[in-house]
T-cell receptor, first 111, second 115 residues
Framework: SQQGEEDPQALSIQEGENATMNCSYK?????LQWYRQNSGRGLVHLIL?????REKHSGRLRVTLDTSKKSSSLLITASRAADTASYFC???????????FGKGTKLSVKP | EPEVTQTPSHQVTQMGQEVILRCVPI?????FYWYRQILGQKVEFLVS????????KSEIFDDQFSVERPDGSNFTLKIRSTKLEDSAMYFC?????????????FGSGTRLTVV
């Protein structure tokens, strides 16, 4: 199977705290991406990290990638109630760039 | 900001009926995709489309499914004879560089309910 795992499956924190989500994958990758999905809505691309990068920042987001461990983490700093959503990691699974998604972490940020 | 547009947002159909889900990708993108997400489950790849032909497809994308880019702007997914297990959110996505440097742009999805 090419599927990976994300943990935790669910995370509940208070506003202002940091949220860390982890992703593991099983295949070699060109890049790894993180997406956000509000309940019942579409997927919004957050950040892409290439296989030769180890860390990337975008606003309050910090992504790390460890290709030796086949793992990535997404850190959201100073979380807000509006960050409440499901977060998915995804990685390239084919020559035309089709993505394989992790199972997602459901983040709840309480005001 | 450019968007991927999907219609309808929700479709209810009888088992065995044909459905067509429509997508308008971003105009300068060349790579198009369909994914689905059964309620509460992971997002699954169905098919990728480039240069007017299917470039890759998953095991889910069997003979009941087909895709078409009929007029250079729309990108459609057809399910010929729907089954109960086809009930899911279907997402269209497009990209201009198969995700090598940038992520994909996803539409808001079509919720398909087969009854």
């Amino acid at each position: 199977s090419q599927q990976g795992e994300e943990d935790p499956q669910a995370l509940s924190i208070q506003e202002g705290e940091n949220a860390t989500m982890n992703c593991s994958y099983k295949t070699s990758i060109n890049n790894l991406q993180w997406y956000r999905q509000n309940s019942g809505r579409g997927l919004v691309h957050l950040i892409l990290i290439r296989s030769n990068e180890r860390e990337k920042h975008s606003g309050r987001l910090r992504v790390t990638l460890d290709t030796s461990k086949k793992s990535s983490s997404l850190l959201i700093t100073a979380s807000r109630a509006a960050d409440t959503a499901s977060y998915f990691c995804a990685w390239g699974g084919g020559s035309q760039g089709n993505l394989i998604f992790g199972k997602g972490t459901k983040l709840s940020v309480k005001p | 900001e450019p968007e991927v547009t999907q219609t309808p947002s929700h479709q209810v159909t009888q088992m065995g009926q044909e459905v067509i889900l429509r997508c308008v990708p971003i105009s300068n993108h060349l790579y198009f995709y369909w994914y689905r997400q059964i309620l509460g489950q992971k997002v699954e790849f169905l098919v990728s489309f480039y240069n007017n032909e299917i470039s890759e497809k998953s095991e889910i994308f069997d003979d009941q499914f087909s895709v078409e880019r009929p007029d250079g702007s729309n990108f459609t997914l057809k399910i010929r004879s729907t089954k109960l297990e086809d009930s899911a959110m279907y997402f269209c996505a497009s990209s201009d560089d198969p995700g090598l440097f940038f992520g994909y742009t996803f539409g808001s999805g079509t919720r398909l309910t087969v009854v």
